[in-house]
């Protein structure tokens, strides 16, 4: 045998020795602590992803049951009440439950976004109600007045909310979140194998 044969079966030698109870105590926590911080990371994002689509869930069937609507202000005639950005949460009630001061939604005419105003003044003629609108930031009143059988109320808003709403409502996002919710809640409910950190020190020899 040549001494670089030597000296190379020495380092193979060398390597192979058996791992002390220290060392093996010490892989074992590192390995505990890499896995123990993903799993956090993991289980945080499945928690804020679980949390917005339980929200947008729970709006669904509440909305569907009281026949709710979100209405996002595009214009700031509601300031500083309700400025631009502003989500509303709004309900189809029937004209006549409107009164002076309320704020309502109604169709634009020639426009598909509507208006939503203060009501200012309550007429009705002939079974229609005819309402007078008027934004909080505008010195006059609407033009001409709505004739309406039913309005949408606003109940509450939220100034600046308007952009997140309309993005978590959007049909597609709403897939998305289902479809993220199956996932993690199949991650959770999946069962899990012992972890390397569990069955690979029983493979390891161990010096006192």
Same mark, same amino acid.
């Given at each position: 045998?040549?001494?670089?044969?030597?000296?190379?079966?020495?380092?193979?030698?060398?390597?192979?020795?058996?791992?002390?109870?220290? +060392? $093996?105590?010490?892989?074992?926590? +590192?390995?505990?602590?890499?896995?123990?911080?993903?799993?956090?990371?993991?289980?945080?994002?499945?928690?804020?992803?679980?949390?917005?689509?339980?929200?947008?869930?729970?709006?669904? &069937?509440?909305?569907?049951?009281?026949? $709710?609507?979100?209405?996002?202000?595009?214009?700031?005639?509601?300031?500083?009440?309700?400025?631009?950005?502003?989500? &509303?949460?709004?309900? +189809?009630?029937?004209?006549?439950?409107?009164?002076?001061?309320?704020?309502?939604?109604?169709?634009?005419?020639?426009?598909?976004? !509507?208006?939503?105003?203060?009501?200012?003044?309550?007429?009705?003629?002939?079974?229609?109600?005819?309402?007078?609108?008027?934004?909080?930031?505008?010195?006059?009143?609407? !033009?001409?007045?709505?004739?309406?059988?039913?309005?949408?109320?606003? $109940?509450?808003?939220?100034?600046?909310?308007?952009?997140?709403?309309?993005?978590?409502?959007?049909?597609?996002?709403?897939?998305?979140?289902?479809?993220?919710?199956?996932?993690?809640?199949?991650?959770?409910?999946?069962?899990?194998?012992?972890?390397?950190?569990?069955?690979?020190?029983?493979? +390891?020899?161990?010096? !006192?």
């Amino acid at each position: 045998m040549t001494e670089n044969q030597a000296t190379e079966f020495h380092s193979d030698v060398q390597s192979e020795r058996p791992l002390t109870r220290a +060392e $093996l105590r010490r892989g074992r926590f +590192e390995k505990k602590r890499r896995g123990g911080l993903a799993s956090r990371v993991g289980n945080a994002l499945i928690w804020i992803v679980g949390v917005l689509g339980g929200l947008v869930l729970l709006w669904e &069937a509440v909305a569907a049951l009281m026949g $709710l609507s979100l209405v996002v202000l595009v214009t700031g005639s509601m300031t500083p009440t309700m400025p631009a950005g502003t989500v &509303a949460v709004v309900q +189809e009630v029937p004209a006549t439950e409107v009164a002076v001061g309320d704020v309502v939604t109604v169709p634009r005419a020639g426009s598909s976004i !509507p208006v939503t105003h203060r009501v200012v003044d309550v007429e009705v003629r002939d079974q229609r109600v005819s309402l007078t609108l008027r934004g909080d930031a505008n010195p006059v009143a609407d !033009p001409l007045p709505y004739e309406l059988l039913e309005v949408k109320k606003v $109940l509450a808003a939220a100034p600046g909310a308007g952009p997140v709403a309309s993005l978590l409502l959007s049909p597609g996002v709403r897939l998305g979140l289902v479809f993220i919710i199956a996932i993690a809640i199949a991650i959770v409910l999946w069962p899990r194998g012992s972890s390397a950190a569990d069955t690979e020190p029983h493979n +390891e020899r161990i010096r !006192p």
